[in-house]
């Protein structure tokens, strides 16, 4: 009977062990490898910023992620431009359907009711870096809680932000492109050699605002280029893709004339009324 006890105790450890075998790694620390530290977990499972393995396509949209093959089918980790108030790649990485950066940005896409598809740099990139094109794609979000052709707040520093309609369930709080003449075009829209901005429509036709779109390392159009977008082929500087080709814009009271001597500068069609201080009532396009 001593025999048959020990034997009854040890079949029942075992299965202990069995079962605790069979409850998978999602959770369990990465494991650490080599020197300098790379984090590992077993096939099927990524590590994510807390160093905890995460079973492949388990996360929802919303939650926090390090890779895409951590978010279920037909969705991205992403890191948001959109999202201001976030400050830690750990904050700012999360999974959101995916949509079409060509066709999609700034419209209702395939995003569900109150969203829109938003431009985003792919979780691997450093925040705050240039997106090259290959690093550059596009996922639903939640709508601004903004009223449409008023500004909105953001933490941008001094900036104006306006809201626009992008789709007919969402707004989104864009940069609005800042005018003014002396010395020639300027636009206000920031950035760098690296990471240039320009400004384009964006949102529903009708009502769209002239906003400050990040190039990133796409290289810009030639003027007069077409098709144009605002994403994958961006205008120059300068120039805004209008009626998908890239016209030059221009100051409506004529201090800045069209390079084209065969062109004038007329009204953008499709234009909401924007913040006082855009400016916005001097420019035009040539055509």
């Known amino acids: 009977m001593r025999y048959a006890g020990s034997i009854l105790c040890l079949a029942m450890l075992c299965g202990g062990c069995s079962l605790l075998l069979d409850w998978g790694y999602n959770g369990l620390p990465c494991e650490q490898v080599g020197q300098p530290a790379t984090y590992a977990c077993a096939s099927g499972y990524t590590c994510n910023q807390n160093q905890s393995c995460v079973l492949d396509h388990s996360l929802n949209d919303s939650e926090a992620c390090s890779l895409t ?5 037909q969705s991205l ?11 830690s790649d750990v904050t700012c990485h999360v999974c959101a359907t995916a949509c079409s950066l060509e066709s999609q940005v700034y ?3 395939p995003c569900g009711n109150a969203m829109f598809c938003a431009p985003f740099c792919a979780a691997n990139v450093t925040r705050g870096a240039a997106c090259a094109p290959a690093d550059r794609v596009a996922a639903c ?4 809680a903004c009223t449409v052709n008023e500004t909105c707040n953001t933490s941008d520093g001094n900036a104006p932000f306006v809201c626009t309609a992008v789709s007919a369930s ?6 609005a492109c800042s005018f003014t003449w002396t010395g020639g075009y300027n636009d206000g829209c920031s950035g760098t050699s690296g990471n240039p901005f320009f400004c384009t429509p964006v949102g529903e036709s009708g009502q769209q605002q002239l906003a400050c779109i990040a190039i990133g390392a796409a290289t810009p159009l030639a003027p007069g280029a077409t098709p144009c977008d ?3 082929h961006p205008c120059s500087p300068g120039y805004a893709c209008v009626a998908n080709v890239c016209s030059q814009l221009c100051n409506l009271t004529g201090a800045s004339p069209c390079a084209n001597a065969g062109q004038q500068c007329t ?3 499709g234009l909401a009324p924007a913040p006082p201080t855009a400016n916005r009532n001097t420019v035009g396009y040539c055509h």
């Open 69 to 73: 093959e951590q978010c279920a089918a």
């Open 77 to 87: 980790c992403t890191q948001s431009f959109v999202d201001r108030a976030c400050t």
């Open 107 to 109: 419209a209702s896409g």
């Open 141 to 144: 979000v939640a709508g601004a």
């Open 170 to 175: 969402a707004n989104a709080c864009v940069q």
């Open 230 to 232: 605002p994403f994958t």
């Open 267 to 269: 009204a953008i069609p």
